[in-house]
């Protein structure tokens, strides 16, 4: 079976600065990947060249066999099948929450408005926010406004959903909602790819850890063996250093 997601040799810089370094790795339909690392060592880079938010310079990324960076590709098209909850919510504030989730279905899919308002009913349900549907952003927590942009990707039905830091610009007691809701869809199997600091959602969620520092992949492994065996020595220092906070 092809995997959803493959990396294959992938190089990015910034200028001089090489922020990705010969990256491999494939996700399979149905799998949970937690990326970890410390600041700046390429994650939410990596994350982001999947829905081409990043270029790249080599290497390729096949999204479902697809070549994500080829010329041919139509990235809009592409994107409706790959959901992405970002780390500051960008939900739209001039609308409500219910239209903040119809309008892409509804303006990119062609979605009937009455079928698309259905399905964002049972999203917001599902998310724990039936109650907020008239509800706009700003009257919103952070922690509701993630919940919402996570109903609002689901939204488009994706079979990849990816997650970049959703929840570091939440205040602690907030994150837990949030995590609840990403803890649902990995059970329900839905395909994901997660750049997290939250390594106890990554020690119960994650079918796979990748650890990368400076751009590369460093190991991957089970969360037990991460956890209690790490291979690399930069992954055992990583772990200390959490221990030690």
């Known amino acids: 079976m092809r995997p959803m997601i493959l990396f294959n040799q992938v190089n990015k810089w910034y200028g001089e600065y090489q922020a990705l ?38 290497g390729e990324i096949l999204f479902d066999g697809m070549d994500i960076h080829g010329s041919s590709t139509r990235l809009n098209q592409l994107r409706t099948r790959i959901g992405f909850v970002f780390q500051n919510f960008n939900l739209f504030p001039h609308v409500s929450v219910m239209e903040n989730i119809m309008m892409s279905p509804v303006k990119v899919l062609g979605i009937k408005r009455s079928e698309a308002r259905q399905h ?9 926010l039936s109650h907020k549907a008239d509800a706009y952003p700003s009257q919103l927590s952070g922690g509701q406004q993630q919940r919402v942009a996570i109903a609002r990707a689901l939204a488009m039905k994706p079979p990849v959903m990816l997650f970049d830091e959703p929840t570091s610009a939440l205040d602690p007691e907030m994150v837990g909602e949030v995590l609840n809701v990403m ?31 400076k751009g590369q992949i460093l190991e991957k492994a089970s969360p037990e063996n991460f956890f209690t065996r790490p291979q690399h020595a930069r992954s055992r220092q990583f772990l200390n250093d959490l221990l030690a906070h």
């Open 21 to 58: 370094t010969g990256v491999s790795a494939e996700i399979k339909s149905g799998e949970v990947v937690v990326v970890c690392g410390p600041s700046g060592s390429g994650k939410s880079t990596l994350i982001r060249t999947v829905n081409r938010l990043e270029p790249i310079e080599q």
């Open 183 to 213: 803890r649902g869809l990995a059970q329900e199997g839905m395909t994901m790819m997660c750049v997290t600091h939250e390594m106890n959602f990554a020690r119960e969620v994650a079918d796979t850890i990748w650890f990368m520092d």
């Open 120 to 128: 964002a009913g049972e999203l917001l349900e599902r998310v724990g």
